[in-house]
């Protein structure tokens, strides 16, 4: 006799002595089973890598690799002068764990490769915890396993980068934010903000600025969420006023708002210096002229154009002195592309962007790899002509039809089509579940908050397009809560009047 269906969610798991089992195991365990095919997928291509020596897709990934082995062999100070100790203190939450493994097994590519991966994959379980919240079981298995097989999540949760380490602290925040509710104690309110204080300080170590957007962010989603309303108040002033102190900012990091206010300009010329992706045609404002010190390399190409090496000279450093095995591309050791303080080379905590700048008769310059003039504008008015072009690189470029596609842009223009619909999804998703702000607030208010920051900052569609994937979790999460309104209106429509 056969046995009838039983429904999960939104879908039926079907009859079968082969499928059935399996399927049943899966429902009952989405996360587990959505961090198990993330990955899987994410060892798989992390080999694959390895083995064919690829490493074109991520040259940054160099740098962290070389700075692991000189921690871990304890020459990093004469490995790297000034800009290697600086890079390692600003991501020690990722670098630390790679020289850890380092010491363990020896400096293989590998072993960074994992460290990257187990995060991508937590990152997808994560979204499947947090969506359960608030979208049937069905749906969030989906959402998960959207977010652990978007191409270009797995491509940067696969080599050695931080971003995926990012990505996982700031669905961790979701979930701790998004756990608590209206009848949450006192004392669940403050541990969820002792948690929340936590990653923040991890992600000081690891990204900044994100780490200041997700501050605020959680502030204000404690604040909206109901609840006991004294409690969640001076939960999230200790939050908003404790917190930066133990990572060295002011009340608020205000201090960080400030700065970063006055050199949205600088930081978007800095950014578009020599990229062949560059939103802003920084060149077409240059001037012939030649200001003292010209020549000297000071790109910041966060993608590895150019060979970037402190002191010039385009010698391939990390090939030289690592003995971790490299091929001999150009590497990039610029700036942090995030501007995070203390990464300069040779600077000793000095703030690159202010120091190689000039400034003549009120106006500033930067000079390029190639000795060129160019002017920075900081003003209100560049900065509002720059932000619609930055708004559409860092949400949704490359288009299909943008000209001179390059192999790279082509394989991310194809992701353009998917980010555009999660986002529209996502809008209608967000509205539908206005009134459970205990739950959507951070993602919403954090992804809002991404978006015009990182318009205003990018400035090439590598940098940016990277970048976006860490809001990936929260728009994802929100888009299938649009796609479960959408289905059930569907079904209601098609059942027609009872």
Not at 66 to 77: H, K, N, P, Q
Request: aromatic fraction near 10%.
């Amino acid at each position: 006799m056969a046995v009838r269906p039983e429904p999960v969610g939104a879908w039926t798991v079907t009859d079968g002595p082969h499928y059935r089992r399996l399927a049943d195991w899966m429902f009952r365990h989405p996360i587990a089973t959505v961090m198990s095919v993330a990955f899987t997928v994410r060892a798989v291509v992390a080999l694959v890598l390895n083995v064919t020596n690829t490493w074109s897709l991520a040259p940054d990934a160099h740098q962290y690799l070389a700075l692991a082995e000189a921690v871990s062999s304890g020459r990093l100070d004469s490995f790297w002068p000034g800009y290697g100790p600086s890079l390692y203190n600003s991501t020690r939450v990722f670098s630390g764990q790679v020289v850890f493994l380092f010491d363990l097994f020896g400096p293989y590519r590998i072993s960074a490769q994992l460290v990257a991966v187990f995060y991508g994959s937590l990152t997808a379980g994560l979204t499947v915890l947090l969506a359960r919240r608030f979208i049937r079981p069905a749906f969030a298995m989906a959402a998960g396993l959207m977010v652990a097989l978007v191409p270009s999540q797995i491509l940067w949760s696969t080599v050695a980068l931080r971003e995926s380490t990012i990505w996982a602290l700031l669905a961790g925040i979701a979930v701790i934010l998004g756990n608590l509710s209206p009848t949450s104690t006192r004392r669940s309110i403050f541990v969820a903000v002792l948690g929340v204080a936590v990653a923040y300080l991890c992600l000081e170590f690891l990204r900044g600025q994100t780490a200041f957007l997700a501050l605020w962010s959680g502030t204000l989603a404690l604040l909206v969420g109901r609840g006991d309303r004294r409690a969640r108040v001076v939960a999230a002033a200790a939050l908003l006023l404790v917190a930066p102190l133990a990572a060295n900012h002011q009340p608020g990091a205000v201090d960080l708002l400030y700065t970063a206010s006055r050199r949205l300009g600088t930081v978007r010329t800095y950014m578009a210096m020599g990229a062949e992706s560059a939103i802003y045609d920084s060149t077409s404002r240059s001037d012939d002229g030649m200001l003292p010190g010209a020549g000297i390399d000071r790109s910041a190409d966060p993608e590895g154009s150019a060979s970037v090496v402190p002191g010039g000279n385009e010698i391939d450093l990390l090939e030289r002195e690592s003995t971790v095995v490299l091929p001999g591309v150009d590497i990039d050791r610029s700036a942090d592309p995030e501007g995070s303080a203390s990464v300069v080379p040779g600077g000793n905590e000095i703030d690159l962007l202010e120091r190689e700048s000039t400034v003549v008769d009120g106006q500033k310059f930067v000079i390029d790899a190639d000795g060129k003039v160019l002017p920075v504008y900081n003003d209100l008015e560049a900065n509002l002509q720059a932000f619609p072009s930055g708004l559409m690189a860092v949400a949704v470029r490359p288009f299909p039809w943008d000209s001179r596609q390059t192999g790279k842009h082509l394989a991310g223009s194809i992701e353009s089509v998917f980010w555009a619909s999660m986002f529209l999804l996502a809008a209608v998703g967000a509205w539908s579940r206005r009134r459970e702000l205990v739950v959507v607030a951070f993602p919403v208010v954090f992804s809002v908050v991404y978006l015009v920051s990182a318009a205003l900052t990018q400035g090439n569609l590598g940098t940016a397009f990277r970048h976006r994937a860490q809001i990936l979790f929260a728009i994802v999460l929100l888009a299938f809560a649009g796609v479960q309104v959408l289905w059930d209106r569907r079904k209601s429509r098609n059942l027609g009047p009872s």
